[in-house]
């Protein structure tokens, strides 16, 4: 059974940080390229970060120099270190997995910055 569960969302204050995790299992994890989603209220779902299989990462110009994808095959675990975050950040964090053929989502955890 495929699964992806997110954690590490929460309420955080204007400027902080947080790490959110995304465990897999199910499937081959190290095969997949990883990313992180989000979608604000009344906003379309929009891809913030991603990590290929080999290590290669991408950015959305809005969050570059502030949040960090990371992955570690070993756990199954991808990760996702936000910093200096801004209220424009919250959002419901989604995390996914895709290769040729398939895609999986995860359920998702709400971030929500405080001012």
């Known amino acids: 059974q495929v699964q992806l569960v997110e954690s590490g969302g929460g309420l955080v204050q204007l400027g902080g940080s947080l790490r959110l995790s995304c465990g897999a299992s199910?499937?081959?994890?190290?095969?997949?390229?990883t990313s992180w989603y989000r979608q604000a209220p009344g906003k379309e779902r929009e891809l913030v970060a991603k990590?290929?299989?080999?290590?290669?990462?991408y950015y959305a110009d809005s969050v570059k120099g502030r949040f960090t994808i990371s992955r570690d095959n070993f756990r199954n675990t991808v990760y996702l270190q936000m910093n200096s975050l801004e209220s424009e950040d919250t959002a419901v964090y989604y995390c996914?997995?895709?290769?040729?053929?398939?895609?999986?989502w995860g359920q998702g955890t709400q971030v929500t910055v405080s001012s």
């Open positions: 199910g499937f081959t994890f190290s095969t997949y390229a």
């Open positions: 996914n997995a895709a290769r040729r053929g398939a895609t999986y």
């Open positions: 990590i290929s299989s080999s290590g290669s990462t």
